[in-house]
């Protein structure tokens, strides 16, 4: 899995896909058993913390990564001792599982930058998918995935987006083809999706998004997407991807040239203020 598109990569397992994470299984397990010995079937359990049944039946499978209030809510449903056994579990959580073994270290750098800047000119950033964008997207690869294979890997996608909450301090920026919205992948629905987050995010104070216009004689952006980060020691990295490849660039000459892209990119999309009236006014026309 790339980071953002789905596809394959060069340096990955069988197709590029990891293998099924055991601690997501456990912390599972370890949630069933507990539930059941509450005496609650998930029908019960479900609405008590405020999930539907169809999701916790996903977390007791391993197929998904369990909210990060889940194990507070489950307290307060099974008791505290039910609670310290499932917080334990929880700890235990592989967090990149689902996540292809060539694209973690980008992931790992992803989750302690303190900048980061993202060019997309084929699909809407992953750290700003919705689940039903990220589930139209990965519905659509080739070669098809199994059932598991998409559950594991949406689930990777929306955990690896809670560094914009978990980093308040990192500062996002994100520029954005106009023309990867008007595709209008998956459908209206999904695409109203989208754009809701789209504004919705962009109202935090460490996140600004900005439109590239379907029509600028000045881009830069030739060359394909770009990303970069600033890292704890202040160090610039880049990542860019093509058709079942990867590169982390790290080479100071190289970096600098990303990065003078990028600013001239920024300079050239519309500011925040006029990407979220285009937004409404997109959105108003779905």
Not at 200 to 217: A, C, G, K, W
Request: net charge neutral; with cysteine; glycine share 8%.
């Amino acid at each position: 899995m790339t980071a953002d598109n789905g596809g394959g990569g060069r340096n990955g397992g069988t197709n590029g896909e990891p293998g099924l994470s055991d601690s997501l299984k456990t912390f599972g397990a370890v949630l069933k058993v507990l539930r059941e010995e509450a005496r609650l079937t998930q029908e019960e359990f479900a609405p008590r913390v405020q999930y539907s049944t169809h999701y916790v039946a996903k977390i007791e499978q391993g197929k998904r990564f369990p909210p990060r209030d889940l194990v507070e809510r489950s307290e307060e449903v099974l008791g505290p001792t039910a609670g310290r056994v499932l917080a334990a579990a929880a700890r235990s959580l592989t967090r990149r599982a689902g996540l292809a073994s060539w694209f973690r270290q980008w992931a790992g750098i992803e989750e302690e930058a303190l900048s980061l800047y993202t060019y997309e000119c084929r699909v809407v950033p992953g750290l700003l998918q919705p689940e039903s964008y990220i589930r139209a997207i990965f519905e659509r690869r080739l070669p098809p995935v199994t059932e598991e294979q998409l559950e594991r890997e949406v689930a990777a996608r929306l955990d690896r987006q809670q560094v914009i909450t978990r980093r308040p301090n990192t500062a996002f920026s994100f520029v954005i083809e106009q023309a990867v919205l008007e595709r209008n992948l998956g459908g209206d629905q999904v695409t109203r999706a989208v754009i809701d987050h789209l504004l919705d995010v962009s109202t935090r104070l460490n996140v600004e998004i900005q439109v590239m216009p379907l029509r600028q004689e000045d881009h830069c952006g030739v060359d394909g997407p770009l990303y970069l980060a600033e890292t704890s020691e202040h160090r610039w990295v880049g990542y860019t991807e093509g058709q079942r490849s990867s590169n982390l660039i790290t080479t100071p000459k190289d970096v600098s040239a990303l990065l003078q892209r990028y600013g001239r990119l920024r300079s050239q999309a519309h500011d925040c203020r006029a990407t979220v009236s285009l937004l409404t006014e997109m959105r108003g026309t779905l």
